[in-house]
């Protein structure tokens, strides 16, 4: 039985489109811009250990210690455009991929001035893929510190430059690029079309907002407060990432975000 709280080690992943901001954060300065940290993930071959507080002491991975529990929570930070892409839900993740889950996100921004262009257009996507003309067919926004973009399944979307948020998803890494900016990285235009043909999404977008709640998982913000039983908790000074076990508590202090898993999504 686990008797401390438990702190997560990140796993750093380099992108093209990575911006050294996350470098610097986590003392990775001799190492290629980062993209993505993971934070929480309990996705095959690539989990994150969970170790002990106060001990010290290693635990092993979520899927050995807290199985049911198929969260994915990233921090990103981009210096250039992500391809446009679209993911898939879980019936076209099991029939297609044969994988549990499909990826249904949401983004939560931490500073100004992110950039996201989005569709709910699909034939205008589908025309964007013969003749290139993507303006006209994704919408630009831009976000805000505590802004939050909701990406079911199925939602065209990219993520633009110098923008740095949290990311929490359903536990899955399958992404189908449509569209590359150019780039020399594989393109899957014929699985995202049959994403697009068999899924209808909205995105939503909320402003300066304290959390959401969704199909899959819920998170919020709070600030100094005394948590107790199982929960993800981050840090938004330092993006410590800490799991509480059944039965434990903890003392927060500062800001933090506290992500919960809907489990009657999750089916």
Known sequence: MIKEPLITRPIFSEKVWGNRKLNDVFDKGNENSIGEVWLYSDVKNRETELIGMSTGKIYGYPSEIFPGIPLLLKLLGTSSWLSVQVHPDDEFARKVENQKWGKTEC?????????????????????????????????????????????????????????????????????????DWGRPREIHVEKAKKVMESINTSYSISRETQGIESKYFSFKKFKDETKKGFGIYLSLKDFTTIVLPDGIDHNFQGEWIEYKLNKNGWK
Do not use: C
Request: charged share 25%; glycine share 6%; net charge negative.
């Open 107 to 179: 983004w939560y921004f931490i500073e100004n001035n992110g950039k996201i262009k989005i569709s709910n257009d699909n034939e205008g996507v589908k025309k964007a893929l013969e003749d290139n003309n993507w303006e006209d067919v994704l919408e630009d926004y831009e976000m805000n510190k505590f802004d939050s973009v909701f990406l079911p399944a199925g939602t065209v979307h990219t993520l633009g430059p110098n923008s740095f948020l949290l990311e929490i998803q359903q536990s899955s890494d399958m992404t189908y690029r449509l569209y």
